[in-house]
């Protein structure tokens, strides 16, 4: 996925969640929206680079939206409101090879009355239900690991996703890695013991699990290889 021209600057601190300050290179400070819920464990170091997207939306508080940081080694990207535009093209164009044989693909399908998937991808008769997680974590280890903080959500999409195999359906967890600097991908369990029981209960139950590292650049983000999972 191609990004848009990005404003450069130096972060600040990040607080309230979804907000950050950054320091333009002129020496001047804005306040930016950070669209990412989690604790961003490894990327909020004070003076990294960042990168930040502008809007022209007059309705919006904050025009800037942080897009990507760098730690020293390699971009890594934050806007976890892109990752679903970025598997999504990658699906079509094949690069996820495990689920390129579909004929629709739809977006944010309810599987239940209580949630929808990311994905739903269908050919003929079957159906296969895949949910996305952004992963910018890494842990002591060196691994690509998930989640950063607790996710209640994040649990509960994997009982759906059990629920699915059992109506008959194929079900992946599907984690896109936006960083370069690690070695395989594993469950943080020290972080949320309770996600990485109910990853493990799903895969038992026929969940396939996929770890795929995106490249990210100043100037796109593309999926580029397959990461071995552990759990």
Sequence with gaps: MLLPPLVPGRLIRRYKRFLADVELGDGSVLTVHCPNSGSMRGC????????????????????????????????????????????????RGGSIPELASF????????ISDRSRIDFALTRGADRTWVEVKSVTMIDDDGRF????????????????????????????????????????????DDIDPGYGEMLRRAVDTGVRVLAYRAEVSPEEIRVVERVPVEL
């Design 103 to 110: 004929d629709e693909l739809h977006r944010e399908v309810g």
């Design 44 to 91: 909020l170091g004070a003076g990294w680079p960042v990168l930040l997207s502008t809007s022209d939306n007059p309705k919006r508080k904050h025009r800037h939206t942080w897009e990507l940081v760098h730690n020293g080694v390699c971009w890594i990207g934050i806007n976890t409101s892109r990752t679903n535009s970025v598997v999504e093209e990658d699906l």
């Design 145 to 188: 690991a998930f989640p950063d903080a607790v996710t209640s959500r994040g649990a509960k999409h994997l009982r759906e996703l059990a629920g699915a195999i059992a109506h008959g359906d194929c079900a992946v967890m599907l984690y896109l890695i936006q960083r370069s600097d690690g070695n395989g991908f594993t469950v943080a």
